[in-house]
Nanobody, 121 residues
Framework: QVQLVESGGGLVQAGGSLRLSCAAS????????LAWYRQAPGKQRELVAT???????NYAGSVKGRFTISGDNAKNTVYLQMNSLKPEDTAVYYC???????????????WGQGTQVTVSS
């Protein structure tokens, strides 16, 4: 069974940095698109950053220049380096991946359980 497990969230002061990790486990043939989303209290989930195999990362305007998405294919892991954090970055962050599981001919969309990021002013 395929799972995505996030880690690295926490409490940080404004201007600080955090690095989120999301590791995919299970029987996986291939991983395509990887993304980070976030959801703040009372708001809809929003896309933060995306990347694909061999593709150019894309970022939401609100995080461009501050956040960096990267992947480690050997570890089936995607990272989100967050610098110059602001209180408005406070949210639960979710990773998302398009995965081809072993034994399947269909790509499926998977979500992690979420990790809380809180930025104090």
């Amino acid at each position: 069974q395929v799972q995505l497990v996030e880690s690295g969230g926490g409490l940080v002061q404004a201007g600080g940095s955090l690095r989120l990790s999301c590791a995919a486990s299970g029987s996986i043939i291939s991983i395509d698109a990887l993304a980070w989303y976030r959801q703040a209290p009372g708001k809809q989930r929003e896309l933060v950053a995306t990347t694909t195999s061999g593709g150019t990362p894309n970022y939401a305007g609100s995080v461009k220049g501050r956040f960096t998405i990267s992947g480690d294919n050997a570890k089936n892991t995607v990272y989100l380096q967050m610098n110059s954090l602001k209180p408005e970055d406070t949210a639960v962050y979710y990773c998302n991946a398009r995965i081809l599981p072993l034994g399947s001919v269909y790509w499926s969309n998977y979500w992690g359980q979420g990790t809380q990021v809180t930025v104090s002013s």
